[in-house]
């Protein structure tokens, strides 16, 4: 088998399996429509209108079939990224694994963490952000139980968790997204915590806890308002697999020998799009870390 025939299927199959397994953001959307992508699609989302419930009076006719009002959205697959590396021939690829472990994990990475913060960037067609803070007045958050201007850990996740509920966004798999701050004052409090299986955490990326009933996650690319910083006006994304789809997809691995050189070329294309189709199960929280 020579090398420019082993490397692109080797490659492609290792980098979307990492790719995939190792996403924050995209691992709490839906990938309902990832199907026959490629770079400039535009898949449609079809949904029905909210149907009618009245009241029944026995005897009469008062039944009225009203038709079913559909909508659409578009989820546009107009992103992408690629990659690119060399392989020196002195290296025999087909028997270092190392080599070729270490290239697709790398890969693999740089595609999570362009995807991830594209999602992450979705903050802005979040529909619930009443009472949630603001750019101008975000909720300064504690460890601390809440006083004064600054809010307590807990009472944080409970408002969000509250404003979710108040929209009628159902209660099953709600998950919440928080920078490493916020992390270390869910452990700085103590709060008391669900219990879940050792196999649950261990195949969900950037689990922290559970509590209130929201998967909490941690992840860097947590995005913040103007004029903030890492620590401050972090724009918070909370709600349910049901809120964003994502579609993504390696489309192209290929290898080219380099000229004047002794090397074989990898690189590859990735292409990909996200939308919020449930605004209306989707808040984002304005908060800033505080002392304590």
């Known amino acids: 088998m020579s090398l420019m025939n082993f490397i692109p299927e080797l ?143 807990l009472e944080f996740l409970g408002l969000v968790n509250e404003k979710l509920t108040m929209n009628n966004c159902p209660s099953d798999g709600r998950w919440i997204v928080v920078p490493p701050w916020m992390a270390t004052k869910i452990i700085k409090a103590n709060i008391s915590i669900t219990s879940v299986s050792t196999q649950e955490t261990a195949t969900v990326a950037g689990y922290v806890a559970k509590i209130l009933g929201l998967t909490v996650l941690v992840s860097n690319n947590v995005q913040y308002g103007s004029g903030g910083s890492s620590t401050t006006k972090s724009k918070i994304l909370a ?14 691995v290929e290898t080219l020998r380099l000229q004047s050189r002794f090397e074989t070329g990898v690189r590859g294309l990735c292409v990909f799009g996200a939308k919020v189709v449930r605004p209306d199960y989707l808040a984002c929280a304005t908060a800033s870390y505080a002392a304590g």
Not at 39 to 58: C, E, H, L, M, Q
């Open 11 to 153: 490659w492609s199959a290792k980098i979307q399996m990492n790719a995939q397994k190792n996403l924050v953001y995209a691992g709490v959307c839906n990938t309902d429509y990832e199907s026959d992508l490629a770079y400039g699609n535009r898949i449609k989302i079809s949904s029905i209108g909210a149907i009618t419930v009245s009241d029944y009076v026995p005897g009469t006719s008062s039944l009225t079939y009203a038709p079913l009002q559909a909508s659409s959205l578009w989820l546009d697959v107009n992103q992408q990224k690629e990659f690119d590396f060399a392989v020196d021939d002195i290296h025999k690829v087909q028997a270092n694994a190392d080599l070729i472990g270490a290239a697709t994990t790398d890969a693999a990475y740089r595609i999570k963490d362009a995807v991830d913060t594209y999602i992450a960037g979705k903050y802005t067609d979040a529909g619930v952000k009443t009472s949630l803070g603001t750019d101008a007045a975000p909720l300064t958050v504690t460890s601390a139980d809440t006083s004064g201007s600054n809010t307590g850990i």
């Open 239 to 252: 709600g349910i697999n049901q809120s964003i789809s994502v579609a993504m997809q390696i489309n192209s």
